[in-house]
């Protein structure tokens, strides 16, 4: 009698491990990936929008946390060992919401990238909604790593609070760049069907974009 309790009870505690395993090692849920793929589509565009539409050279104010690219995301995982996608995928959301209303504020109302930007805008509060939505409640209130979490402080200060040091000068052409990127990166799993695919969070990828850095400075 106490073998097969002892047995039920390893059973159920493996059973409980197993159904523990899909929260902690699931990519991207599937649900994220239409709005994921409408929100690459609008991407698409920002060259035209971006770059064609503004003063050559123009550049916006930003907070230095805000040039998120994908070298970013290869430095925090040097940074914090073991750092689940799910963190920076949080992250990521934090960084571009600031990054889009920056973008639109600098925009007349009769700007001809204004109607674009703000329904890129719309469209990327439609998929944090599926974000939220598609995780468990608990996952939000987990504390974030320190490293992680300085990031998100500093990014959710008061602008008149920011340290002149703290701010950088970008185009919105290449912070719309970073935004796709880098999303192609944190959600992979939703882009491996796409017929030009590019592993944007390969080495070879993040050399190529230090080697442009590297030209532009020259």
Same mark, same amino acid.
């Given at each position: 009698?106490?073998?097969?309790?002892?047995?039920?009870?390893?059973?159920? =505690?493996?059973?409980?491990?197993?159904?523990?395993?899909?929260?902690?090692?699931?990519? *991207? #849920?599937?649900?994220?990936?239409? #709005?994921?793929? *409408?929100?690459?589509?609008?991407?698409?565009?920002?060259?035209?929008?971006?770059?064609?539409?503004?003063?050559?050279?123009?550049?916006?104010?930003?907070?230095?946390?805000?040039?998120?690219?994908?070298?970013?995301?290869?430095?925090?995982?040097?940074?914090?060992?073991?750092?689940?996608?799910?963190?920076?995928?949080?992250?990521?959301?934090?960084?571009?919401?600031?990054?889009?209303?920056?973008?639109?504020?600098?925009?007349?109302?009769?700007?001809?990238?204004?109607?674009?930007?703000?329904?890129?805008?719309?469209?990327?509060?439609?998929?944090?909604?599926?974000?939220?939505?598609?995780?468990?409640?608990?996952?939000?209130?987990?504390?974030?790593?320190? *490293?992680?979490?300085? *990031?998100?402080?500093?990014?959710?200060?008061?602008?008149?609070?920011? #340290?002149?040091?703290?701010?950088?000068?970008?185009?919105?052409?290449?912070?719309?760049?970073?935004?796709?990127?880098?999303?192609?990166?944190?959600?992979?799993?939703?882009?491996?069907?796409?017929?030009?695919?590019?592993?944007?969070?390969?080495?070879?990828?993040?050399?190529? =974009?230090?080697?442009?850095?590297?030209?532009?400075?020259?």
């Amino acid at each position: 009698m106490e073998q097969r309790f002892a047995s039920a009870y390893l059973l159920g =505690g493996l059973l409980g491990l197993f159904l523990l395993v899909p929260v902690q090692m699931t990519g *991207t #849920p599937a649900s994220m990936c239409t #709005p994921l793929k *409408t929100l690459n589509d609008s991407l698409s565009h920002r060259r035209r929008y971006m770059k064609h539409n503004f003063p050559i050279n123009y550049t916006i104010r930003v907070h230095h946390n805000e040039i998120f690219k994908v070298s970013s995301i290869g430095k925090m995982k040097l940074l914090v060992e073991g750092l689940d996608d799910l963190v920076l995928q949080r992250l990521w959301f934090q960084v571009n919401q600031g990054v889009l209303k920056k973008i639109i504020r600098v925009l007349p109302e009769r700007h001809p990238s204004r109607p674009y930007t703000a329904q890129l805008e719309s469209r990327f509060r439609d998929l944090e909604g599926v974000f939220v939505q598609s995780h468990p409640a608990e996952v939000f209130q987990q504390e974030l790593p320190e *490293t992680i979490q300085d *990031t998100w402080d500093h990014l959710t200060e008061e602008p008149e609070r920011v #340290p002149p040091s703290s701010w950088r000068y970008a185009s919105p052409k290449t912070l719309l760049d970073n935004l796709c990127h880098t999303m192609h990166c944190l959600f992979r799993e939703c882009f491996t069907s796409t017929e030009v695919q590019q592993d944007y969070c390969g080495v070879s990828h993040r050399r190529k =974009g230090k080697k442009k850095d590297l030209k532009f400075k020259s």
